[in-house]
């Protein structure tokens, strides 16, 4: 039994490393065929004529950062997994990064005819965490809240402290739902909803396990609250000791 545990984890350290090594080849060239897209799109060269030419730089440009979002995504969890994601762990404003992750999403969700908001008070603490996983974290909330809400919904972003310190950050949608047999699935990789509405929709189905991985590196709990028709929360908690300033504010 010890041997197939030994034999288990060092297959799943190989097919880490091979998608981390893959990752890292597809990235290249990717980055030389986005670059060269904005360079066309800016028409540094000249004029793009006839016209219809424009439009298919701006369909290589879109295809472009979105393969490069999955490939980053693979190979984040490729580290996750071979324990190899080393967090950089600053005070980070919560509030700042949320509103800028905000401003990142709002086209897709005006695309969409949603409305994007972050209702973040002015008291919000800082926390101590990787700033880089905690964006990452919320782009992958907001974009899949906005990915699975039909026109005319919402998709808020809030936090609060809990009775005991912590911090919660919080987004919530008014989309489709996530059937509660379904709910474990989405935050195991490559698993995506077998609900037809979710077929429709591009993705690796490594966006909710991403925002699990990355919040177990940094001790806090992930919670998924859904009903099927009315919206999804998905709520990440930071344990009080990544809350120093509101600790700070108990003890006075």
């Known amino acids: ?30 980055n030389a065929i ?11 060269f000249g004029e793009l004529s006839p016209a219809p030419y424009r439009g ?17 995504d693979v ?19 919560i509030e700042e990064i949320a509103r800028d992750v905000a401003a990142l999403c709002l086209p ?6 949603l409305s994007l908001a972050v209702e973040i008070p002015e008291t919000q603490p800082w926390i101590l965490a990787d700033e880089r996983a905690v964006h990452q974290m919320l782009i992958n909330l907001i974009s899949n809240a906005i990915k ?9 972003v809030t936090t609060n402290l809990t009775p005991d310190g912590g911090t ?11 059937p509660e047999k379904e709910i474990e699935n989405v935050t195991k990789s490559f698993v995506q909803s077998s609900e037809p509405v979710n ?25 998924i609250d859904s009903t099927v028709g009315f919206g999804t929360r998905v709520s990440i908690t930071f344990p009080a000791k990544r809350t120093p300033s509101a600790r700070t504010a108990t003890a006075g």
């Open 75 to 93: 190979l984040d969890m490729s580290k996750i997994e071979a324990g190899r994601f080393d967090l950089n762990e600053t005070v980070i404003d």
């Open 199 to 223: 077929k429709k929709h591009q993705g690796t189905g490594l966006g909710l396990p991403i925002v699990k991985a990355l919040a177990e590196l940094h001790g806090a709990d992930v919670l």
């Open 1 to 30: 039994l010890e041997r197939e545990r030994q034999r288990a984890e060092e297959a799943n350290l190989a097919k880490s490393q091979f998608l981390a090594t893959m990752s890292h080849e597809l990235r290249t060239p990717l």
């Open 168 to 178: 919660r950050i919080t987004v919530a949608d008014t989309g489709f739902g996530i």
């Open 148 to 156: 699975f809400t039909p026109p005319l919904g919402s998709v808020i």
């Open 108 to 113: 897709l969700a005006e695309k969409g005819e």
């Open 56 to 72: 298919y730089v701006d369909d290589i440009h879109k295809s472009g950062h979105h393969l490069l979002s999955v490939i980053n």
């Open 34 to 44: 986005i670059g060269f897209s904005e360079v066309m799109q800016c028409e540094t």
